[in-house]
C-alpha cells in the first residue's frame, strides 16, 4: 500500500549526521555489500516527517495489560516526534482468526503485530517476520535461550514481549474461611473446589467453556492433559483417545458440573473472581493484573496465591508471545518499527514493561528486578512448575492449533451437555483430527 502522505522524492541535496548514517547502515543486509554501490533510501523518519505505524494486537481489550502498553507507548512518544504507534487489533477471540486470513490474502493489515506461540510459527514459515538481530544488538540485551524458539536461520524472528505460564490462582481468603490448605492431590483439588462451592453466591473454580469463546476455552484446555502428564497430540499423530485426554475431559467434566458457574462467559468470570464470589482458577499469571485491575474487593490482590503443582509431573504450559515485524509492509515502515522495539527493549524499558503487565517470565538476561520478584506474594506455585511448551504439547498440529482446537471444543461441549460420553466425544475428535492430519501434513 502506498503511504500517500510520504513527501515527494527532489533531487535537492541533504545533509546527514555520522549518528543517522551509522543507524541507516546499521539495518543494510548482507547482500548490500556488492560491487555497485547501492542507493541509501532514507527512512521517512529521519527526513523529518512523523512515520505512523499500526500496532496490531489482542492487548487493547485484555484488561490491566491494555494501560500497561498505552503507559509504555506514551512514554515512547515522549520521548522522539518522529515516530507514532496507532492502536489495532481484535479481541482475542476473533484475533487470532483474523490475522491467519490476512496472511492468507497474502499481507498482514500491520507495521508490526504480536502473535501466540502457534501463530508466529505458522506466519514465520509463511514468510511474514523479518530478522529483529539488530534491534536486541541496538537495545544492549541479551535474550533468554527460551527465544531460540522464535529462530529462523540463526536469527530472531519475533520478541518476546509477553511468556505466560499456567498455575493454579487462588483466593486464600476463601481457603482459610472454609479452613482449606493448598492441594495435594488432583482428588483434593476437586474436594475443595466442591466444598467451597455455594451457589449461587459462591464457586469453588471456574474455567472457560460456553461455545461463544472457543479460542478461551481450547486455549485453557490444553493444560488439562498436561495434569495427567499427557499430550494432545505426537508429531503429526493426534492423541485425543489417550489415557490422559479422556481423564482431562472426564475431569474437566467434574468440575462443570459440581464447582463452576455454568454458562457464565470469561469475562463476567472476571468480575465475579474480582468480587471473591470465585475461589480458583487453572489460568496464565496474567490473570492476576486482569483481577487487581477489576478488584471491587479491595484485599483481594494481597490474597492471591498460586497453588504448588499438585498433578503428576508438575509440567506447566508456557506460552511465548513474541511481537514481529511485518515483512511485507513498507520498507521505511520496518525501520520505524525496529526504532520502537530497540526502545521497549533496552533493560530499563523493557523491566518498565514487565512489571506495569505484572509479568514473572522475563525475555532478557537480567530482566526482572529482584525486588519486583520477592514483592509478589502470588508466584511461587508458577516459579515451581516445570516448564513444557507448546510444540511439545501439541506436536506438529502447533501449526494447526486453531483447527485443532476447532475439532476438539464442540466435542466438548457434547460431554459438557451430557450428550456423549468422553470416549465417544474423543473417539469422533480423533478420526476428525486424523482426517485434518491427512489434509494439511502432505509429504
Not at 502506498?2 to 539495518?27: G, H, M, V, W, Y
Not at 492487548?59 to 489495532?88: C, P, V, Y
Not at 471444543?409 to 451437555?417: N, R
Request: hydrophobic letters at 40%; proline letters at 5%.
Amino acid at each position: 500500500m502506498t503511504d500517500q502522505n510520504a513527501p515527494k522524492k527532489t533531487n535537492e541535496k541533504k545533509n546527514i549526521s555520522r549518528r543517522d548514517f551509522l543507524k541507516i547502515t546499521s539495518t543494510a543486509t548482507a547482500g548490500a555489500a556488492s560491487a555497485i554501490v547501492p542507493k541509501i533510501s532514507f527512512p521517512a523518519f529521519l527526513r523529518q516527517t512523523k512515520m505512523e505505524l499500526n500496532f496490531l494486537t489482542w492487548f487493547w481489550t485484555e484488561t490491566g495489560r491494555n494501560d500497561a502498553w498505552r503507559a509504555m507507548i506514551q512514554k515512547f512518544h515522549d520521548s522522539q516526534s518522529d515516530i507514532h504507534l496507532n492502536e489495532t487489533g481484535y479481541g482475542e477471540n476473533n484475533y487470532f482468526t483474523q490475522i491467519l486470513i490476512q496472511a492468507k490474502s497474502g499481507r498482514i493489515d500491520a507495521d508490526l503485530y504480536t502473535a501466540t506461540p502457534d501463530v508466529f510459527l505458522r506466519l514465520l514459515a509463511d514468510g511474514h517476520t523479518i530478522p529483529l538481530e539488530d534491534v536486541v544488538a541496538q537495545a544492549g540485551v541479551t535474550p533468554v535461550a527460551a527465544q531460540d524458539m522464535l529462530r529462523k536461520d540463526g536469527e530472531l524472528h519475533g520478541l518476546d514481549i509477553v511468556t505466560v505460564r499456567f498455575g493454579n490462582l487462588y483466593n486464600k481468603a476463601l481457603f482459610d474461611a472454609a479452613g482449606l490448605g493448598e492441594p495435594t492431590s488432583i482428588d483434593e483439588w476437586v474436594a475443595g473446589a466442591q466444598s467451597l462451592t455455594q451457589r449461587p453466591n459462591q464457586f469453588g473454580f471456574f474455567s472457560p467453556h460456553i461455545a461463544a469463546e472457543p479460542f478461551t476455552v481450547w486455549f485453557i484446555l490444553q493444560q488439562w492433559a498436561v495434569l495427567y502428564d499427557g499430550v494432545w497430540a505426537q508429531g503429526k499423530t493426534p492423541l485425543l483417545t489417550s489415557d490422559p485426554v479422556i481423564n482431562a475431559i472426564k475431569l474437566f467434566k467434574t468440575m462443570y458440573d459440581t464447582t463452576m458457574p455454568q454458562g457464565t462467559d470469561f469475562g463476567t468470570a472476571n468480575q465475579m473472581f474480582a468480587s471473591s464470589r470465585i475461589a480458583q482458577h487453572l489460568v496464565v499469571s496474567p490473570a492476576v493484573n486482569q483481577w487487581k485491575s477489576l478488584a471491587t474487593d479491595t484485599e483481594l490482590y494481597d490474597n492471591l496465591r498460586s497453588a504448588q503443582p499438585f498433578w503428576p509431573g508438575g509440567k506447566a504450559i508456557s506460552r511465548i508471545h513474541p511481537v514481529c515485524v511485518n515483512a511485507n509492509t513498507d520498507p521505511e515502515k520496518q525501520a520505524a518499527a525496529k526504532e520502537f522495539l530497540a526502545w521497549l527493549y533496552t533493560k530499563e524499558n523493557y523491566q518498565e514493561l514487565l512489571e506495569r503487565c505484572l509479568d514473572v517470565v522475563p525475555a532478557i538476561e537480567d530482566g526482572i528486578r529482584p525486588e519486583y520478584h520477592d514483592s509478589l506474594k502470588w508466584v511461587s506455585g508458577y516459579d515451581a512448575a516445570t516448564a513444557i511448551t507448546v510444540p511439545e504439547v501439541l506436536g506438529d498440529f502447533v501449526l494447526y492449533n486453531d483447527e485443532l482446537g476447532q475439532i476438539v471444543t464442540p466435542h466438548l461441549q457434547e460431554v459438557l451437555a451430557g450428550s456423549k460420553s468422553a470416549e465417544d466425544a474423543m473417539t469422533e475428535a480423533q478420526t476428525e483430527a486424523e482426517e485434518l492430519a491427512g489434509r494439511v501434513f502432505t509429504s
